[in-house]
């Protein structure tokens, strides 16, 4: 499909880096993206490639919203690549400059790196999956305190006391990031447990089939 690329502002400064990469360097991007293995964060996947090669995190990044806009349009990585040069070389920002190898060669080297099926493809798909929803968790703590319960002398010690707990949810809900406070009591926490319980064990199922099968299976990772 024809698809007219507009680089946002905030892209400029990156593409500029990857133009002026050398043919040393977008040699030794490309194998470092072609050897790396499928992510389910991008942070793990920068590390990943900087560990392989000395290269800046925005064009590395770069490189992943190029593959977005892949999955996102459903695009070959030569058209998309195509597209790219040509929105490039009508552009009067002169920011961008032109390759040192010249811009036939610089697409042919584009190319190659926007067309890694089994490497990078597959990572940007798997973040594209798992982060589709609007909303997701980043971090959860359970607080447990007591509160007293008075009579009607509040001169005297407490008649009684609750024992309660409150969940704090952090969560990013489109791109920005909001706290949920929630009581709980015992009989809560026991759902809570045991539904959580029944998910590990219906992961464990599912992990143990797809083993069989010789499936990847993508990992979540500890921050």
């Keep these: 499909m024809a698809l007219k690329i507009k680089i946002p502002e905030k892209d400029k400064g990156k593409v500029s880096k990857l133009i002026k990469l050398s ?3 977008l040699i030794k991007l490309y194998e470092a993206l072609k050897g790396s ?20 995190k925005d064009i590395i990044l770069l490189i992943m919203n190029f593959y977005w806009i892949r999955v996102h349009y459903d695009l070959l990585g030569s058209d998309l690549a195509e597209q790219l040069c040509a929105t490039l070389k009508e552009s009067e920002d002169a920011d961008f400059g032109i390759p040192e190898i010249g811009w036939s060669n ?4 584009l190319v190659k790196m926007l067309s890694l099926d089994e ?25 447990t305190d007591t509160r007293p319960v008075f009579g009607a002398d509040v001169s005297k010690e407490p008649n009684a006391f609750i024992i309660y707990h409150t969940i ?25 447990k045991d539904s959580i319980d029944r ?11 797809l083993i069989k099968t010789n499936a990847c299976i993508l990992e979540w990772e500890k921050d």
């Design 119 to 143: 490497s990078v493809l597959v990572t940007a798909k798997s973040i594209f999956i798992a982060f589709q929803l609007p909303c997701y968790l980043e971090k959860a703590r359970i607080y």
């Design 199 to 209: 998910a590990f064990n219906k992961e464990a199922s599912l992990r143990n089939f």
């Design 37 to 56: 293995k499928p992510q389910l964060k991008i942070q793990s996947f920068i590390k990943e490639i900087q560990n392989i090669v000395s290269i800046d």
């Design 168 to 192: 704090q949810i952090d969560i990013k809900e489109n791109d920005e990031s909001r706290e949920l406070f929630i009581s709980l009591n015992s009989k809560d926490l026991m759902e809570l």
């Design 106 to 109: 610089f697409q042919q080297h």
């Design 23 to 25: 043919e040393p360097e």
